[in-house]
Nanobody
Framework: QVQLVESGGGLVQAGGSLRLSCAAS????????IGWFRQTPGKEREFVAT????????AAAASLKGRFTISRDNAKNTVHLQMNSLKPEDTAVYYC?????????????????WGQGTQVTVSS
């Protein structure tokens, strides 16, 4: 069992930045790839970015590259999502999720554990 807790969400003006964190705990939590997804009401969960357990492989949604960066600190069992140049359309609940394995995947069905989510609101 892996527990995930997101933090760092909030209200920010367009053009601003936020840094989300995902703290993982539980059995072998550092052996999991960690992904970020986001969801708005009425829409499907959308892939944002992911990083493998060693931190040497990442993937991000093409539309977000250049603005969002994922990183991890295994010593602290934490994954960060740095979000820059935020836009109102980035407003969503952001979830982190853990997938057992060494690869990176954008498919939500590959992720075994999910956090409760953190709200990000970008005002225009």
């Amino acid at each position: 069992q892996v527990q995930l807790v997101e933090s760092g969400g909030g209200l920010v003006q367009a053009g601003g930045s936020l840094r989300l964190s995902c703290a993982a705990s539980g059995r072998a939590s550092s052996a999991y790839s960690i992904g970020w997804f986001r969801q708005t009401p009425g829409k499907e969960r959308e892939f944002v970015a992911t990083i493998n357990w060693r931190g040497d492989r990442t993937a991000a949604a093409a539309s977000l590259k250049g603005r969002f960066t994922i990183s991890r600190d295994n010593a602290k069992n934490t994954v960060h999502l740095q979000m820059n140049s935020l836009k109102p359309e980035d407003t969503a609940v952001y979830y982190c999720a853990a997938a057992l394995g060494t690869g990176v995947t954008s498919s939500s069905v590959a992720y075994d554990y999910w956090g409760q989510g953190t709200q990000v609101t970008v005002s225009s």
